[in-house]
């Protein structure tokens, strides 16, 4: 089975007529493996004139604006180096948050060395670790973050008895 198989049949299941907002599969080194249509990203801008514009009206700084004609990673590094490190180190993101692309969101709870939950306003994300990836759940209402920590998990173990 391909790992966008996994993100759209596991991940973006329906659970109680409910189903996740976004999803991905994603390396311990931050590379996609596979991911849902609306899952962040940040795309090239290849055009000067949009990448001033882009910068100057959404306050991004324009170093990192990607420059290639790819798409780019969603992650920064450090925000990847960020959520790695909260699993070594249970804690580490409470006071500043968990930041995925654009989104913040406030570490609620978790399963130290397995399970990362956060909230932002009426939705919140679920981080699961397997030995080679990170399952990524993100949510909204009418979802529940039970719901969400149910699908993300149920793949994550699933991975985790099959070596993964």
């Not at 198989?5 to 596991?10: A, K, M, Q, R």
């Not at 882009?54 to 969603?74: E, K």
């Not at 399963?111 to 909230?119: H, M, Y």
């Not at 981080?127 to 699908?151: F, R």
Request: hydrophobic share 45%.
């Amino acid at each position: 089975m391909s790992w966008q198989t996994y993100v759209d049949e596991h991940l973006m299941c329906e659970i109680e007529g409910h189903h996740l907002t976004a999803a991905a599969i994603v390396g311990h080194d931050g590379a996609v493996w596979a991911q849902s249509a609306a899952f962040p990203e940040v795309t090239a801008i290849t055009n000067p004139a949009a990448i001033i514009f882009f910068s100057f009206f959404f306050l991004i700084d324009p170093a990192d604006i990607c420059w290639d004609l790819f798409v780019c990673v969603q992650f920064k590094a450090e925000e990847m180096t960020d959520i790695m490190k909260d699993f070594d180190e249970p804690g580490h993101l409470a006071p500043t948050g968990m930041f995925l692309g654009t989104a913040k969101y406030m570490v609620i709870q978790g399963e130290p060395g397995a399970v990362i939950r956060g909230k932002k306003g009426a939705g919140g994300v679920t981080v699961k670790k397997t030995g080679q990836a990170l399952i990524i759940g993100i949510y909204d209402e009418p979802m529940t973050p039970g719901q969400c920590n149910l699908v993300v998990e149920r793949l994550g173990d699933y991975l985790l008895e099959q070596g993964m």
